[in-house]
């Protein structure tokens, strides 16, 4: 009984937000100079996949909360990086799904830049004592480090493609590929190599892929993608410094940032791109490298951390928003 009054009383929720309405905007390519306004994700259809899984409204209460922007603010500072485990490779990613239904505490890694095996453990203790709770092997090799986990999906750059492929973990099948158009695979990526030319994050808006653009002289893309519909829906060309000068770039309520070297023990994050508001800044925030080879920085928008791989070690950094 419970439970079909926690989903009626989701229901009552949705429908009022459905009264409200939301524009939706056509497929677009702009400068970053101009002002644009992200468009919202289907708070309904994740609430409803998440009050069917969990059989929870609080959690689906708690998930959806995490897509709403309007509480966002800047970056103030990031802290020195916490270390929680170290593995066999240099560069890697490590993540945790944000929307936490593969389970909140489940830790993902895909070591090296070049491979096709991800490995999914249960919690951090697992994750430190190095015992896998399952193995996938992906259909396809993946170019770089930026993959990410988001709901049931993984999100990966096809090896020398221009592709990004959606994987189901539940099923293990690829639900379907995007084309990252303008992409040439290879030829742009991050200071440190990796072919880190796709960069996918995700934020409070969704998801996101920051990529190499020489259209753009070389300087950042980010593009905001339909999880839903599969397609790329915003793009925005960055008046960064070039891709090959800059060590990595994370995205963290609708704002871009770069951080400026990838080996450097003591850095700054060097530029910032609020895409709500079309203004860029040097915010100059600290940043450290503690271990000189970071070849991954991520943001977490559950946990409101950074997670990154720092030459074999995973760590993580608090954030503090003005």
Not at 121 to 140: D, Q, S, V
Request: hydrophobic share 35%.
């Amino acid at each position: 009984m419970f439970r079909y009054l926690a989903l009626l009383c989701l229901q009552l929720v949705l429908l009022s937000v459905d009264v409200l309405g939301s524009t939706q905007e056509k497929p677009r390519i702009k400068r970053a100079s101009s002002v644009q306004q992200s468009p919202k994700l289907s708070v309904k259809h994740l609430a409803l996949v998440l009050a069917e899984k969990h059989d929870d409204r609080n959690k689906a209460k708690e998930s959806i909360s995490i897509l709403q922007r309007d509480s966002c603010t800047e970056i103030k500072s990031i802290g020195k990086p916490i270390t929680h485990n170290t593995r066999w490779l240099n560069y890697g990613a490590w993540m945790k799904d944000p929307l936490g239904i593969m389970g909140t505490e489940t830790i993902f890694t895909m070591e090296h830049f070049h491979s096709d095996a991800v490995q999914e453990f249960e919690n951090m203790a697992k994750f430190k004592a190095g015992l896998p709770r399952k193995t996938y092997k992906l259909p396809y090799y993946w170019d770089g480090t930026g993959a990410v986990v988001y709901g049931p999906y993984l999100f990966f750059n096809r090896a020398n493609t221009n592709y990004i492929v959606k994987y189901n973990l539940q099923t293990e099948r690829v639900e379907t590929q995007i084309t990252l158009s303008g992409y040439l695979p290879r030829k742009n990526y991050y200071q440190w190599g990796g072919y880190s030319g796709v960069d996918l994050a995700v934020d409070e808006q969704g998801l996101w892929v920051l990529w190499g653009s020489t259209s753009n002289s070389r300087r950042l893309v980010a593009s905001k993608i339909d999880v839903y519909k599969n397609v790329l829906i915003q793009t925005w060309s960055l008046n960064t410094e070039i891709m090959n000068a800059m060590g990595n770039a994370f995205v963290a309520c609708g704002v871009i940032y770069c951080v400026d070297s990838y080996n450097s023990k003591s850095t700054t994050i060097n530029f910032a791109y609020d895409t709500k508001t079309g203004k860029q800044r040097n915010p100059n925030i600290q940043f450290t490298n503690q271990y000189g080879y970071n070849s991954m920085v991520d943001y977490n928008p559950r946990e409101k951390v950074l997670y990154a791989w720092d030459n074999k070690r995973q760590v993580t950094y608090s954030i503090t928003f003005e």
